[in-house]
C-alpha cells in the first residue's frame, strides 16, 4: 500500500494551474497541494487567485529538497492573461523566482459561455451569425492560450528533464453538442457556441502533437476530458443534460479530482498523447 500511496505523491513538485482560481481550477489547486506540491494559482482575477493560494497556504515551511530554496508558502496567486505572451512568461518565470522549478502544468483557462457571461452578453449563438470578434476572442485564449502557456511551461521542463503536461479538453470536443438540451419553450434557440467545439477539438490536436513532439524527452502531455459539471444549472436544463448521460446526471465539481491526481503524477508514467474521458458515460452511447 505505501508503494500505490507513493504512486500519487507529488511532494516537492511544483505546478502552474491556469484558470486556477475557476471552478475546476480552484479543485485541480487544492488537489495537487493535498498531494504534496506547490501550486501557482494562474488566474486573470489576480484576487481570486492569491486568495485561494492564501487558504492554500496553511502548511507548514519546509525546504525543497530539488532546489534547496525555502519555501515559505504551498502556494502563490499571479494575474496571469494566457493570451498574452509576457504575461504567459511572467507566471513562469514567478514560479521558478518562488519555486526554483516547474514540473507539472494544468491548461485549464478558457472562455465558456456558462462561465464567461460578459462573452456572451449581447451575441447571437446562431453559427450562420456569430460574430468574428467573438470568435477570435475565444480562440486566443481557448487554443492559443494554451499554445502559449505549453510554449513558456516546456523550456524549464527541457532544462530539468521531466515534466507533465495537461490540457483541459470537453467532451464538445470529441462530439457535436446536442442543441436542444440548451432549448427553452416559448424562448428563443440558444446555442452552444461554435468556437466552444473547435477549440476543444484543436486541444485534443495539440495534445497529440506535443506529446510525439517530446518522445524521449521525458515530458508527458496528456488530456483530460470533463463532462458536463454542475454549476448554478437550472432544472431544466439539469435534467435534459442529466438524460443524456449513462449515470443520469451532471458531475459534481470534485469529481476531476483524481484524473488530474493520476495524470499529474507517476501513477500515469506509461501515459502520455492520451485522452482521459470522465464524462458520466454521455460519449458512450
Known amino acids: 500500500m505505501s508503494n500505490l500511496s507513493k504512486l500519487f505523491d507529488l511532494t516537492d513538485r511544483v505546478a502552474i494551474v491556469t484558470g486556477g482560481a475557476g471552478l475546476l481550477g480552484a479543485e485541480f489547486c487544492r488537489t495537487l497541494v493535498m498531494a504534496g506540491a506547490r501550486v501557482v494559482v494562474a488566474d486573470i482575477d489576480v484576487d481570486a487567485a492569491k486568495s485561494l493560494a492564501i487558504s492554500l497556504s496553511d502548511l507548514p515551511s519546509k525546504k525543497n529538497q530539488s532546489s534547496n530554496i525555502e519555501v515559505k508558502s504551498s502556494a502563490v496567486g499571479a494575474c496571469t492573461d494566457v493570451a498574452d505572451i509576457a504575461s504567459v512568461q511572467y507566471t513562469v518565470d514567478t514560479t521558478l523566482r518562488h519555486f526554483g522549478r516547474l514540473d507539472?502544468?494544468?491548461?485549464?483557462?478558457?472562455?465558456?459561455?456558462?462561465?464567461?457571461?460578459?462573452?456572451?452578453?449581447?451575441?447571437?449563438?446562431?453559427?450562420?451569425?456569430?460574430?468574428?470578434?467573438?470568435?477570435?476572442?475565444?480562440?486566443?485564449?481557448?487554443l492559443t492560450g494554451m499554445f502559449l502557456c505549453c510554449q513558456a511551461a516546456?523550456?524549464?521542463?527541457?532544462?530539468?528533464?521531466?515534466g507533465v503536461i495537461i490540457n483541459v479538453c470537453s467532451i464538445y470536443g470529441m462530439v457535436?453538442?446536442?442543441?436542444?438540451?440548451?432549448?427553452?419553450d416559448g424562448e428563443s434557440p440558444q446555442y452552444k457556441p461554435v468556437y466552444y467545439?473547435?477549440?476543444k477539438a484543436g486541444v485534443l490536436?495539440?495534445?497529440?502533437?506535443?506529446?510525439?513532439?517530446?518522445?524521449?524527452?521525458?515530458?508527458?502531455?496528456?488530456?483530460?476530458?470533463?463532462?458536463?459539471?454542475?454549476?448554478?444549472?437550472d432544472d431544466e436544463f439539469v435534467q435534459a443534460y442529466a438524460a443524456r448521460t449513462v449515470l443520469g446526471r451532471m458531475a459534481e465539481k470534485d469529481e476531476?479530482?483524481?484524473?488530474?491526481?493520476?495524470?499529474a503524477s507517476d501513477a500515469s508514467s506509461y501515459m502520455t498523447g492520451a485522452n482521459l474521458v470522465v464524462d458520466g458515460g454521455w460519449t458512450a452511447w
Not at 464567461?116 to 481557448?142: C, I, K, M, R, T
Not at 516546456?154 to 521531466?162: E, S
Not at 515530458?219 to 454542475?230: D, K, Q
Request: charged share 15%.
Open 104 to 142: 507539472i502544468l494544468v491548461n485549464s483557462a478558457a472562455v465558456d459561455p456558462k462561465f464567461d457571461p460578459q462573452h456572451a452578453e449581447g451575441l447571437s449563438n446562431e453559427f450562420e451569425n456569430y460574430p468574428l470578434e467573438a470568435w477570435d476572442q475565444a480562440l486566443d485564449v481557448n
Open 154 to 162: 516546456v523550456r524549464p521542463m527541457l532544462v530539468q528533464g521531466q
Open 176 to 184: 457535436g453538442p446536442d442543441q436542444k438540451i440548451y432549448h427553452r
Open 197 to 199: 467545439s473547435v477549440t
Open 205 to 233: 490536436g495539440l495534445t497529440k502533437y506535443l506529446a510525439t513532439y517530446y518522445a524521449g524527452k521525458n515530458i508527458r502531455v496528456n488530456n483530460l476530458t470533463p463532462g458536463g459539471v454542475y454549476y448554478q444549472h
Open 256 to 263: 476531476m479530482n483524481g484524473a488530474l491526481l493520476f495524470l
